[in-house]
């Protein structure tokens, strides 16, 4: 799942070298990744964050920002419920890309802004 997101993401961004930022998950350390990352290290380079390091992870704030104000403003009946409340609030929210790159502004997560 991780690989093909990683593919989807080199045809999106076909012709520059993709550098991007993951935490410790075992899926993102996984030697499949790091096998799949050895052969298009030419188009892309994984940057991991240190050990327990939320606060440096700008994924953190888009979690907290859905916390209050998608999962808690209101209580779902069901998971499908749960699941397509979520999955509207983050359609609204990549509709409005000024908002998350405003979780790039944050002190601590500033180091990922693009220049």
């Known amino acids: 799942m991780f690989i093909a997101f990683l593919g989807r ?3 999106d961004c076909a ?11 075992p899926v993102h350390r996984a030697k ?3 096998t799949w990352g050895g052969r ?4 892309i380079e994984l940057h991991f964050l240190p050990g327990y390091s ?4 700008p994924m953190e704030l888009l979690n907290h920002d859905v916390k ?4 808690g403003r209101r209580r779902p009946r069901s998971a499908s419920e ?8 983050l359609r609204r929210r990549q ?3 000024e908002v998350l790159i405003r979780f790039f502004d944050h002190p601590t997560t500033r180091y990922a802004a693009a220049q």
Request: charged share 25%; glycine share 8%.
């Open 54 to 57: 939320p606060e440096l992870n």
């Open 9 to 11: 993401l080199l045809r």
């Open 68 to 71: 209050a104000n998608a999962a």
């Open 15 to 25: 012709g520059r070298k993709v550098h991007l930022i993951v935490d410790g998950h």
């Open 40 to 43: 298009h290290a030419d188009q």
């Open 82 to 89: 749960l699941r397509a409340e979520l999955h509207g609030y």
């Open 32 to 34: 499949l990744v790091k």
């Open 95 to 97: 509709r409005h890309p």
